[in-house]
């Protein structure tokens, strides 16, 4: 009851100094857009519902592209070429023969190569980054209701110590992924197939081929095995 009476309160909420962008999803997308809205000038708050930020490898290599985004405005290419190998080719294999390489010399860019890092050590260079430009995420943080209003949006947030707090926006942003709290609340639907195949990620150490197909990343460093 007390949300639904702060929702006719929408005038005060604006007169506010509040963020106006939202942004839920503090991975690597979250925290990018954050770095670079405020690079613009542009207020923010960076929330996720999850506690702790993830531990696991999960997505393995930036591309050049990414790298070159990294590099400028966001101005951490350095910090992550320290953590990370670079693999210039890869060797496409099917039941142990050779099927094809690909090669990334002839790329026109300053990183023609995928550098291989697992994804909780970019997101803390993102952090680090943020935190910089005087940023901060916000965890336990969960985004439970948003309504449209003239210029803008109320959003009804479960803070981290379970009050409900309602706020205006200018903006929602959702970057929290295939199961985006923000895409069910705004009600978009998620179109599109799968590959109707199945994959396996784990972090291991790996002496030989366990399935009929993998790509091989090589670097002077090694080979990864996807």
Known sequence: RDVERSRGLGDVYKRQMFPSVLICGAGPVGLVTAILLRHHGVATRLIDKRIQPDTHSKALSLSPATLELLRSPIGIDNEVMQHAQPNRTIDIHWKDQLLHTISFDQIDTRFPFFAMIPQFVTERLLRDRLEATDGQEERGVELVEIQQVDGGVLATTREADGRLQVRHYDWVLGCD????????????????????????????????????????????LGSTVN
């Open 177 to 220: 992924g295939a199961r985006s709290d923000v895409r069910r609340l705004a009600g978009i639907a998620f179109d599109g197939a799968d590959y109707g195949m199945h994959f396996a990620m784990c972090d291991t150490r790996n002496t030989s081929f366990l399935f009929g197909a993998s790509v091989r990343s090589s670097s002077p």
